[in-house]
């Protein structure tokens, strides 16, 4: 079980540009996103940031979910993050939660890794290792160096 994390870093402005760059060259076009963060900090300063300059885009955010970097069930915040059919899904947040709360999608909603972008810090070896590379094949986001990073399979 992954477990007591450190919260993540401060999202770069590299970063950002980045992950707004892998969203707006996805094709069919992503008019329409589902935010999910973390309730650290730098997780949710993230996700606002996202969420300004994805709206000054004039593009829309269905939801914004939040989550406990601990929880009995992630249940609850998977379908919220799925529950409007989101062209895609951006997420913010420690490697240890995100993993938990992608087991729940990949097993429970109508979600795609491969229609879902992270911050730099969900590039861990080890949240692929705790959900399996078949469950997040496709994942994708920016590094804080404004570099992209991809989980495939194998």
């Not at 989101?86 to 097993?107: F, I, K, M, Q, T």
């Amino acid at each position: 079980m992954m477990t007591g994390a450190p919260a993540p870093a401060a999202h770069t402005d590299a970063e950002l540009t980045s992950l707004l760059s892998l969203l707006t060259s996805m094709r069919p076009p992503v008019r329409s996103v589902a935010v999910g963060h973390a309730r650290d900090g730098a997780s949710r300063a993230a996700a606002q940031a996202f969420i300004r300059a994805w709206e000054a885009l004039d593009r829309d955010v269905l939801t914004v979910v939040d989550w406990p970097e601990e929880a009995a069930s992630w249940l609850r915040p998977a379908q919220r993050l799925t529950a409007q059919a989101p062209d895609a899904w951006v997420l913010a947040g420690a490697p240890s939660g995100v993993a938990h709360l992608a087991r729940r999608l990949r097993r429970s909603c109508g979600w795609d890794p491969e229609r879902t972008f992270g911050f730099a810090s969900l590039a861990a070896l080890h949240m692929v290792e705790f959900v399996g590379a078949d469950a997040l094949d496709g994942l994708r986001g920016a590094s804080a160096d404004g570099g992209a990073w991809e989980i495939r399979r194998g």
